[in-house]
């Protein structure tokens, strides 16, 4: 069975630029969640998509966005880069809320 | 909100030494209870879990209890190796219907020197 794969796995963008990151979900899975992972914060919730639909978002401002197509895969999008939005940024899809979530390996963004 | 406190590293260990990493909670209700496992350049994989009080979630020979009474999830594992160094996360799920949101800990580096 293929686990979360996301692409791609690294980037660099500049400031003022956006970004579009993508994420499949394992096969039958329809939550997929981002996660943004910097030294300083650790792991935080950016929001959770479920059918197409975002049923909980995280603390972080309008510039990050997402979306979820019909097949449950799912993108994420950053406009107006700033320095402080390089991070690893995870995907993780999820069957039901007490078995787990399941993790890609991340996409590396440096803005620089 | 819920939030999940667990131990400082780094910790540094020997071979075939105990680990335990400790780890408590806040939470409402009944949350879901989970480690999770980073190795380096990689996404977290899910080493185990438990659901409900006294549960006892296990995996490559690690263990941790559910303990509704002191909100804790204590990771253990009595013999380490070289392959065990990681940083390990504690982390739990809200109490509400449909709440898939993880909320970890701040991540614990564990090094086992040979």
């Known amino acids: 069975k293929a686990g979360v794969t996301q692409t791609p796995r690294y980037l660099i963008k500049t400031r003022g630029q956006q970004v579009t990151l993508s994420c499949s979900p394992i096969?039958?899975?329809?939550?997929v969640s981002w996660y943004q992972q910097t030294p300083g914060q650790g792991l935080q919730f950016l929001f959770e998509?479920?059918?197409?639909?975002?049923?909980n978002k995280g603390n972080f401002p309008g510039r990050f966005s997402g979306r979820q197509f019909s097949n449950s895969r799912s993108e994420m999008n950053v406009s107006t880069l700033e320095l402080g939005d390089s991070a690893l940024y995870l995907c993780?899809?999820?069957?039901?809320?007490?078995?787990?979530?399941?993790f890609g390996q991340g996409t590396r963004l440096t803005v620089v | 909100g819920d939030s999940v406190t667990q131990m400082e590293g780094p910790v540094t260990l020997s071979e075939e030494a105990f680990l335990t990493i400790n780890c408590t909670y806040t939470?409402?209700?009944?949350?879901?209870l989970f480690w999770y496992v980073q190795y380096p350049g990689e996404g977290l994989q899910l080493l185990l879990k438990?659901?409900?009080?006294?549960d006892k979630g296990s995996n490559k020979g690690f263990e941790a209890t559910y303990r509704k009474e002191t909100t804790s999830f204590h990771l253990e594992k009595g013999s380490v190796q070289v392959s065990d160094s990681a940083v390990y996360f504690c982390?739990?799920?809200?109490?509400?219907?449909?709440?898939?949101?993880?909320?970890f800990g701040a991540g614990t580096t564990v090094t086992v020197r040979a």
């Open positions: 993780a899809s999820s069957l039901t809320e007490t078995g787990g979530a399941f």
């Open positions: 096969s039958g899975h329809r939550s």
């Open positions: 998509y479920f059918s197409e639909t975002q049923r």
């Open positions: 939470a409402t209700g009944y949350p879901s």
């Open positions: 438990a659901t409900k009080a006294d």
């Open positions: 982390a739990l799920t809200g109490t509400l219907l449909n709440d898939y949101k993880l909320s």
